[in-house]
């Protein structure tokens, strides 16, 4: 079994909209439905855990009564760390060989790299989508260049992320980090990289967001 875990407990102090980000709307649907969405539509997922604010988890229930994967909302805790602990602890007793987390503030996650990553950590153990750096890469100080680093070789982590269940739970115990896929490799283990996507972006800022409305008008899910 495979479960799908979509993160969307963060309080999105960075947006500084009136409500988090990933329940604001974007060409009039929540922001957390897009991504929700792709796991709905993929045979690779069985079912969805949605990890919300605890302010938010009455709303988050009755938004996704439409969701026939989605069979459980739960609060998160302080940081994406406890969160997926409070996550991984939950999905226990069910036994999955498989748990997929993904940033809720992700929202245009196309089903082909969703089903990648997930075939890719039935292989490897654990697998993570990451998009290799295109610009040039310096360290500053005080405002200023201080000295370059190479670009080479160098990725941003992106989710989805997918792990055989024994591996994250093992991970998350022994290492806290703020990426699910730290934990993992702190703990000796191999991490495949699946080339991610550019429009797999996570909304951080307004400005995100503001992009966000204009790539929704024309996002088909694949």
Not at 10 to 23: A, D, E, L, V
Not at 38 to 61: I, N, Y
Not at 142 to 153: I, Q, T, V
Not at 175 to 200: H, N, T, W
Request: proline letters at 5%; aromatic letters at 10%; one cysteine or more.
């Amino acid at each position: 079994m495979t479960i799908g875990i979509l993160m969307a407990a963060g309080k999105s102090t960075r947006t500084k909209t009136s409500i988090p980000k990933q329940f604001h709307k974007i060409c009039d649907r929540p922001v957390l439905f897009y991504s929700l969405t792709t796991f709905e539509r993929s045979q690779l997922v069985d079912l969805c855990l949605l990890m919300v604010p605890q302010e938010w988890k009455a709303t988050a229930e009755q938004m996704i009564c439409d969701f026939k994967k989605v069979k459980w909302v739960l609060p998160g805790g302080n940081t994406r760390h406890e969160t997926s602990l409070i996550a991984v602890d939950f999905v226990r007793n069910l036994k999955p060989s498989l748990v997929v987390f993904h940033d809720a503030a992700r929202p245009f996650l196309s089903l082909k790299l969703l089903e990648t990553v997930i075939e890719e950590a039935k292989t490897f153990g654990a697998a993570t989508a990451a998009i290799p750096v295109a610009d040039s890469v310096a360290y500053c100080e005080d405002g200023f260049l201080s000295s370059y680093a190479s670009r080479e070789s160098l990725y941003r982590i992106q989710t989805p992320q997918a792990f055989q269940y024994e591996i994250i739970d093992d991970a998350i115990r022994k290492f806290q980090a703020d990426d699910g896929s730290k934990p993992v490799f702190l703990m000796g283990k191999q991490i495949r990289v699946v080339e991610g996507d550019p429009y797999c972006f996570k909304i951080t800022t307004s400005k995100d967001l503001q992009l966000a409305q204009q790539i929704c008008q024309f996002w088909k899910e694949d």
